[in-house]
C-alpha cells in the first residue's frame, strides 16, 4: 500500500540538502577571498624585503665606494709628507742647530791709548755640523778679573761677522778669528795685561749654502 506521506517525507527531506548546497557554496567563495589577502599581504612583504634589501646594498656600495675614495685622496698626501721629510737648507739656523762651536778663545794682546782699552782676541771654531756655511756670525765679550780668580767683571763686548766667498766656503773643520774689544778704561781697573782678562765666543747666526 502506496504511503501518501512518503512524497510529501522526500520533499521535506530535500529542502535541507539545497540549503546546505547554498551554504557551502556561500563559504567557498569567503575562503577564496581570505587567500587572495593572504597572498596580496605576503607578496607585499616579499616586495617590500626585496627593495629594503636592494636599498641596503646599494648604501654598503656607496659606503664602500666613499672609503675607497677617501683611501685613494690620502695616497698622495702620504707622498706630500714623504717629499717634506728631504732634507732642505734653511736660509739660517741658530746657535743650538747650526754645529759651529767655539772651542778655544785666548788673549794674545792689551793695550791702553788714551781713554781706551783694547783686548785683542783669537778664538777658535769648528763646524760639527751638516751643513756648508757662507756667512757666521758671532759675539765676543770682555771681562776684566785677576789672576787665579773665578770672579770676573764684563768690560765690553762686540760681534765678528765673516762672510765666505763661493770658492772658500765653512765646510767643516775649524777656522780662527781675531777680534779687538774696545772700551773706555773707567770700565775696568785691572791692568793692562793678558792675564786680567778673559773672553767668551759664541755663535749668533749662521747662514747654510
Same mark, same amino acid.
Given at each position: ?9 522526500r520533499?521535506?527531506?530535500? &529542502?535541507?540538502?539545497v ?14 577571498? /581570505? ?9 607585499a612583504?616579499?616586495?617590500g ?9 646599494? /648604501? /654598503?656600495?656607496? &659606503? ?14 702620504a707622498q706630500?709628507e ?20 767655539? +772651542? ?6 792689551? +793695550?791702553?791709548d788714551?781713554?781706551? &782699552? ?26 776684566? &778679573? ?9 768690560? /765690553? ?28 778704561n ?24
Open positions: 500500500m502506496t504511503d501518501p506521506l512518503r512524497p510529501r517525507d520533499d521535506a527531506n530535500s &529542502t535541507p540538502a540549503g546546505r548546497r547554498r551554504l557551502l557554496a556561500a563559504t567557498v567563495p569567503a575562503l577564496l577571498a /581570505g587567500c587572495l589577502v593572504e597572498s596580496s599581504k605576503g607578496s612583504d616579499g616586495t624585503g626585496a627593495t629594503g634589501a636592494g636599498e641596503a646594498d646599494a /648604501g /654598503g656600495a656607496e &659606503t664602500d665606494g666613499a672609503t675607497e675614495s677617501l683611501s685613494d685622496g690620502d695616497e698622495p698626501a706630500s714623504g717629499e717634506s721629510d728631504e732634507e732642505s737648507v734653511p736660509e739660517s739656523v741658530g746657535p743650538d742647530g747650526s754645529g759651529l762651536v767655539v +772651542t778655544a778663545t785666548e788673549i794674545f794682546e792689551v +793695550t791702553t788714551g781713554f781706551e &782699552t783694547t783686548v785683542r782676541a783669537r778664538f777658535t771654531v769648528e763646524n760639527r755640523g751638516r751643513f756648508t756655511y757662507g756667512t757666521v756670525l758671532f759675539r765676543v765679550d770682555a771681562y776684566a &778679573t785677576r789672576p787665579s780668580s773665578s770672579e770676573r767683571e764684563a768690560v /765690553g763686548e762686540t760681534y765678528v761677522r765673516q762672510q765666505y766667498t763661493s770658492d772658500d766656503r765653512f765646510v767643516d773643520g775649524t777656522e780662527q778669528f781675531v777680534v779687538d774689544i774696545t772700551f773706555r773707567s770700565a775696568s781697573a785691572a791692568r793692562a795685561h793678558p792675564d786680567w782678562y778673559e773672553v767668551d765666543a759664541a755663535v749668533r747666526r749662521a747662514e747654510p749654502v
